[in-house]
């Protein structure tokens, strides 16, 4: 499990704007060697998802799933689901499943793991989902002892994280106060430098000036650890963080520290031959603090970085874009804005561009645009931008008032973010404050725990004696528990098989109530049958004359009616057979096996047959019967007698209900049931309604429970619907309820087409 975890807290994490994490200052080739260093499934999965995450493919995740088929380790199969969710991250089905799986075998860090994916998914379209699921992480933390702290911060990071972007200060302070103690106090240097890395991550993207700190520590204790690649990460990390705090500020202290940091960071990626998408933001920086000439980098751009490495599309732009701009290059720069998608991104290259051309009016109009885009978003810091763009374009057009009125806008916006950072340092010195007195409490408990421990050790010993002849005595009765346990084993057995017997009299007992129905129904074919066989004699005495007269034309018309009538005979007889053949097999006692069934026909015989045979019990019931099927219906696989079982159980229970609710004489009520079957996508609905008394509020939860039942004593044996239910379960289906006291029920079976 350390292993698992170690992937989820190293090799995923959140990054902001251009921040890097040190795998990539890794090759494929040193994950390739990890890879064959490998000795146990959890090692090689690690590294197979180290090497997939750097080289994204469908053979790596193949790899995975074949390790994961050679064994029943659960935690082997949620690692794959988890990498599978980390390969595809646009795609919540891996997440979905991952989830799925997690909450099934109880494996809690994955669950955990599982939400953070979740959290992060949504943490830039939907805000509070994202804290759903962040909090939902944090509710299941209580349940696990091992590898906690890593957890914890994790954690953490995703709550604080949510509220940088909402901008509540107060709580962001509130969970990033317990990481802050983590970097400061913990023993473990793993969980130290891991909380330090999360404070580095998350205040780089609020306020990079805060976050450098934090880098720092990562970037001294990677060196002296001798950890290469991480601590080509830091290196970079700092030099990108002090070069775009230069354009922010100008100060040249932090153009000083760019330098020095791009020069160390030159020297470690030529020892370590590793290019990447960082050298696109490592020209960047080096521009922004003149590293680089405009001549220098278009020519960089334009041949390559070098033969391992090339600038997609999208970077040569960009980087073009940057140059025109600041050398005023305006028809170069025009060209390449319109090489641009039509998105906010092209909106501030050209607002840019007119401002810097002079040409305000133009200027205007893109910016409005903008600013009502992030008003829409809350987005004070960007706001606060192009408020300050406005300002200069008004004044530039010569209107004072409104540059003037922009400004005022601008100074409420930068009040209101000095305002919120000092609530945030307010907030995290209550917090701090109130974690001290709680240590103090901590420590007083500590010593007096000490006492107790030694108390506790003297009642240890002497218990230990109590305890070798307590020990002596379960043991005799531990023999005596086997001589019970035998017993208890044969009384289960009677109950299993006095189980079994309640089944199987429900189903005879449902069999008598479709004896009457199947006599009613046996009638008509051997009705057919007699009559039939009555004429066949007749005309056989016909034809014996018609021959012997001659006449063998009308004795060929009799031959054909003589076979025409055989023909039905034949069919009515194999009518009369099928019928026999259904009423055996819902009689069976083992399990059926289920075959291709036309469900119309089957729920139109079960109806006939409860009527049928309700109307043999009582002469003067009487109901209007509906029935609505889809004719677009296919056959499906069941097991017919099982299904006809529970038409018959829920067809009959409407009939009840209908005849209950007729005895009451209410002027003007006519029983009515409704047989209807629909196709819904890929299900199959049955659905019985009925107008009967209906069902009470209070028992609807019941309904299905074994041997729970509405009938009086002596009428109802409770295991119909219970059966029922389990049959249609059995079959991938549903059953649900809707019902009214005093109105009626509706019974509908959802089955799967396949």
């Known amino acids: 499990m350390k292993q698992l975890l170690m992937i989820f807290f190293v090799s995923y994490s959140l990054t902001a704007n251009c921040q890097l994490g040190w795998e990539d200052f890794y090759s494929e080739q040193d994950f390739r060697t990890i890879l064959r260093n490998a000795r146990s499934s959890k090692e090689r999965i690690y590294a197979l998802g180290l090497l997939g995450n750097k080289r994204p493919s ?23 689901l988890w990498w599978n969710a980390i390969f595809n991250q646009n795609d919540t089905m891996g997440i979905i499943k991952l989830l799925k799986f997690a909450d099934q075998t109880q494996l809690t860090p994955f669950r955990i793991a599982a939400r953070l994916l979740f959290a992060d998914y949504f943490l830039h379209d939907d805000l509070q989902r994202s804290l759903y699921y962040a909090k939902s992480a944090d509710s299941l933390l209580s349940r696990i002892s091992k590898d906690k702290d890593s957890l914890r911060i994790e954690v953490c990071r995703r709550i604080a994280h949510a509220y940088v972007h909402k901008g509540e200060s107060v709580n962001v302070a509130r969970y990033l106060l ?30 990079r000036r805060r976050g450098i700190p934090w ?103 960009n980087l073009k874009l940057k140059v025109y701009y ?72 010569g209107n004072y008032k409104l540059a003037y009125e922009y400004k005022l806008k601008s100074l409420r916006i930068k009040d209101t973010l000095d305002k919120l950072e000092s609530k945030e340092e307010i907030a995290a010195l209550e917090m701090q404050n109130e974690m001290e007195l ?28 109590v305890l070798f002849i307590v020990a002596l005595i379960l043991w005799v009765g531990n023999q005596r528990k086997q001589k019970d346990k035998l017993r208890l084993q044969e009384a289960y057995n009677y109950l299993k098989s006095t189980q079994q017997q309640l089944i199987q009299s429900e189903k005879m007992a449902s069999l008598g109530e479709l004896t009457a129905g199947i006599a009613h129904e046996i009638q008509n074919p051997l ?41 039905k005979v034949s069919h009515h007889g194999k009518r009369a057979e099928a019928i026999v053949k259904g009423m055996l097999q819902h009689s069976r006692t083992g399990s059926a096996q289920k075959e291709p069934t036309d469900i119309n026909d089957l729920a139109d015989e079960y109806l006939r047959l409860a009527y049928h045979g309700l109307r043999a019990k009582e002469k ?5 019967i509906e029935t609505d099927f889809d004719s677009s219906i296919e056959k499906i696989n069941v097991v017919p007698q099982d299904i006809g079982r529970v038409l018959l159980n829920l067809i009959n229970n409407a009939f009840y209900a209908v005849g209950e609710k007729q005895k009451q004489n209410i002027h003007g009520y006519e029983p009515k049931i409704k047989l209807i079957t629909k196709k819904a996508g890929n299900k199959i609905e049955i659905t019985v309604t009925d107008n009967g008394i209906g069902i009470s509020q209070k ?56």
């Open 58 to 80: 469908d053979s790596i995740m193949r790899e995975i799933y074949a390790i994961v088929d050679t064994s029943d380790d659960n935690e082997l199969r949620a690692s794959a």
């Open 178 to 207: 317990p990481i802050r103690n983590y970097a400061e106090r913990a023993e473990d240097e793993h969980i130290r430098m891991q909380a330090v890395e999360v404070l580095a991550d998350i205040y780089a993207e609020g306020d």
């Open 215 to 317: 880098h720092k520590i990562l970037h001294a204790n990677f060196k002296n650890r001798n950890l290469a690649q991480k601590y080509a990460g830091q290196t970079y990390n700092l030099a990108v963080n002090y070069s775009q705090l230069y354009v922010r500020d100008s100060l040249p202290d932090y153009k000083a520290q760019a330098i020095h940091y791009f020069n160390e960071l030159d020297k470690l990626i030529d020892s370590l031959q590793v290019y990447n998408w960082f050298i696109y933001w490592v020209l960047n920086g080096k521009f922004d603090i003149g590293l680089l000439t405009a001549e220098d980098l278009i020519n960089l751009v334009d041949n390559n970085y070098n033969s391992h490495y090339h600038f997609s599309a999208s970077q040569s732009r």
């Open 326 to 397: 600041a050398t005023g290059q305006f028809d170069s720069l025009k060209a390449y804005i319109q090489k641009i998608p039509k998105s906010e991104y092209y909106d501030i290259w050209l607002k840019d561009y007119y401002l810097k051309k002079g040409d305000f009016v133009k200027a205007i109009k893109t910016l409005h645009p903008l600013r009502k885009y992030y008003e829409s978003q809350h987005s004070k810091s960007r706001l606060q931008s192009v408020y300050n763009d406005l300002v200069k374009a008004y004044a530039g057009e």
């Open 438 to 465: 709680q240590r103090a409490t901590f420590d007083d408990e500590q010593a007096k725990t000490s006492l107790k421990n030694r108390m506790r050790l003297y009642v240890f010993i002497a218990g230990s004696i």
């Open 527 to 567: 009705n057919f049958v007699n009559n039939f066989s009555d004429l066949n004699k007749e005309l056989l005495f016909e034809l014996n004359e018609e021959i012997k007269k001659g006449n063998y034309n009308t004795a060929q018309v009799l031959a054909n009616d003589l076979i025409d009538n055989e023909n």
């Open 620 to 624: 003067s019931f009487n109901a209007k």
């Open 699 to 754: 028992i609807l939860g019941k309904i299905f429970q074994p041997f729970f039942t509405t009938k009086p004593t002596g009428q109802g044996t409770g295991l119909g619907l219970s059966l029922s239910y389990d049959i249609v379960k059995a079959h991938g289906g549903e059953v649900q309820l809707k019902s009214k006291e005093g109105e009626g029920s509706e019974f509908i079976i959802q089955l799967p087409v396949v």
